[in-house]
């Protein structure tokens, strides 16, 4: 039972490129959720999906767009990557409670 | 606007020193009060719940209480492993979904 899995762990990327984070739980919620943590800042909700086949845009979407794949899978696209998107990004899941992944640590330069 | 501001940002203790952190919200219509553990280099780890003002939640020395304006983690002879920042949120009252509003954090540091 890993709860929920983030790949990759570290990624750096060139202004421009383009990158999947994928997000996986086991936990079989309903909702899940994409963040982005950065200092002074806080979690900052990017989008969400409340159930398989839905999602919706959260505090911060520009600049993303996600796909919610199935129940268990919910990605996050970065179509051309900025340095103001140099983040951690955290997926969360949770029907009440929200548990999140061990994070993806993003540099883009 | 919702909002959940926590103080204070850091926080330096010695070993055994009890301790309060301070999550202040403006929610109308609270859903739920969420404490959250974070260590360096990793995810949020679910602590608490708390629903209604004036319940309660203890886990080891912790101790999460809510009124109707703010919630407190009480943090009773705390040991280096409790060093970490603790993260609270706040769920409004938005229909078909559990969206969040963060606060920023606490950094407690306990010195042996």
């Known amino acids: 039972n890993a709860g929920v899995t983030q790949t990759p762990k570290f990624q750096v990327l060139k202004t421009g490129q383009s990158m999947t984070l994928q997000c996986a739980q086991d936990m079989n919620h309903n909702s899940m959720y994409w963040y982005r943590q950065d200092p002074g800042m806080g979690l900052r909700l990017i989008y969400y999906?409340?159930?398989?086949?839905?999602?919706d845009k959260g505090e911060v979407p520009n600049g993303y767009n996600v796909s919610r794949l199935n129940k268990r899978e919910f990605s996050l696209r970065l179509e051309s990557a900025a340095p103001s998107q140099t983040s951690v990004y955290f997926c969360?899941?949770?029907?009440?409670?929200?548990?999140f992944g061990p994070g993806t640590r993003l540099t883009v330069l | 606007e919702d909002q959940v501001t926590q103080s204070p940002e850091a926080l330096r203790l010695q070993e055994g020193e009890s301790s309060s952190l301070n999550c202040s919200y403006t929610?109308?219509?609270?859903?739920?009060l969420f404490w959250y553990r974070q260590d360096p280099g990793k995810g949020p780890e679910f602590l608490f719940t708390l629903y209604s003002a004036g319940e309660e939640k203890e886990k080891e020395r912790l101790k999460a209480t809510l009124t109707k304006k703010e919630s407190f983690l009480h943090i009773t002879a705390p040991k280096p492993e409790d060093s970490a920042t603790y993260l609270c949120?706040?769920?409004?009252?938005?229909?078909?979904?559990?969206?969040?509003?963060f606060g920023t954090g606490t950094r407690l540091k306990v010195l042996a």
């Open positions: 929610v109308s219509g609270l859903r739920g």
């Open positions: 969360a899941t949770g029907d009440s409670e929200q548990f």
């Open positions: 949120a706040a769920r409004p009252p938005t229909s078909g979904t559990y969206k969040y509003i």
């Open positions: 999906s409340a159930s398989e086949g839905t999602t």
